[in-house]
């Protein structure tokens, strides 16, 4: 009779801790938590870990809790597939990433085969979209085909008297970017003096800023990240040029101004209208800051990531791939971003791209 009750008990305790476990629900993000742009994956996971708490704190998803999972990728698309395949194994039912578009755009394979929604609060390369694997493929940033018309219209009506020079790093981003900047900036008129490609993750690049002053260059377009970018500043600053660098949202991050110093005065950039001066995301702006995380950059994307995915779940019943994919397609969802709404294949109904201006350390729309 103990035995049987002992057992009894045992089974119980068993039921119960198997049930907690799966009240949980599972969800992640990935980026690059470590390597040279870690500061953008200290962003990710600093807006989903405030998103996770506050939903939590508001009653969880379903009435059950969130559980984060974080992956790092450190942008490389093989470790990027690891990332991914190890985030099915915990059952995760949300990606909000990965950042890097050569990371998003192959994970986005395992996730699709496997039933896992994918929401990128960072990759903007076309194809991600464009080619996705099937459904449950979504962004909540702009595109490079969108960025570029910005950069490529400025750069020809702005600087039509200047030699530019447009230059990338051979990666999905960067060459996207880069090759979309040039192709609206030709439409507009305006023809580059060089198009090069650079290595990421050197550190010397003085045969590229020789050759740029060689050439008269008066504005560098990097399709590229910050720590490239901020080296060619400094390095066009040593060598006595005033050459304006122009680039992208992957300089949104103060590690930029870290880099370059007094030499990043005057740079350029794309990115979207800055989520932090939206009015619905002052109290999550303020309790990052409080917390001492940034809120910068693509923090807040990847808290409007969860949030869509949570709101949709919510409407569904259910945290199952097809009913939340259905959701997903079918509704408008009010984020820290605003208000955002996807279309048949999966980008965000969201306001474009405008110019930031770095001034003492600082970026805000250019003037």
Request: glycine fraction near 10%.
């Amino acid at each position: 009779m103990k035995k049987h009750l002992l057992t009894g008990v045992a089974l119980c305790v068993s039921v119960a801790f198997s049930s907690a476990a799966y009240a949980d629900i599972t969800i992640a993000t990935a980026g690059p938590m470590t390597g040279q742009y870690a500061s953008f994956g200290a962003q990710m996971k600093a807006g989903a870990e405030q998103a996770v708490e506050d939903i939590n704190a508001a009653g969880g998803v379903l009435g059950e809790k969130l559980v984060l999972e974080i992956g790092d990728d450190a942008c490389d698309p093989k470790q990027a597939v690891a990332v991914a395949n190890q985030m099915v194994g915990k059952d995760v039912k949300l990606m909000a990433g990965h950042f890097c578009s050569g990371s998003s755009i192959p994970a986005s394979q395992v996730y699709a085969e496997e039933g896992i929604i994918q929401i990128t609060p960072a990759s903007t390369n076309p194809k991600y979209t464009d080619e996705r694997p099937g459904p449950g493929t979504y962004r909540v940033c702009g595109r490079d085909d969108q960025q570029g018309q910005t950069a490529g219209a400025f750069l020809a009506e702005k600087f039509g008297d200047k030699n530019i020079a447009i230059v990338h790093d051979k990666t999905a981003y960067g060459k996207g970017l880069a090759d979309q900047t040039k192709k609206f900036m030709n439409e507009a008129g305006k023809q580059e003096t060089l198009y090069e490609a650079y290595t990421a993750g050197e550190k010397d690049y003085t045969a590229l800023v020789s050759k740029l002053k060689a050439e008269n260059i008066g504005v560098l377009y990097v399709g590229g990240y910050h720590t490239e970018a901020g080296l060619m500043a400094r390095q066009m600053r040593d060598q006595g040029m005033d050459t304006v660098l122009v680039s992208g949202d992957a300089l949104v991050t103060d590690e930029y101004w870290q880099i370059t110093g007094d030499a990043g005065q005057g740079t350029l950039m794309t990115f979207s209208p800055d989520p932090r001066k939206n009015p619905v995301a002052k109290p999550v702006v303020e309790a990052l800051e409080k917390a001492g995380k940034t809120a910068e950059g693509y923090a807040l994307y990847t808290y409007a990531a969860i949030q869509a995915w949570a709101q949709a779940a919510e409407a569904a019943g259910t945290t199952n791939f097809d009913e939340v994919v259905a959701e997903l397609d079918a509704r408008d969802f009010e984020t820290v971003l605003g208000g955002l709404s996807f279309d048949d294949k999966g980008d965000v109904s969201l306001p474009g791209y405008v110019f930031y201006e770095w001034k003492d350390g600082k970026y805000d729309y250019l003037q």
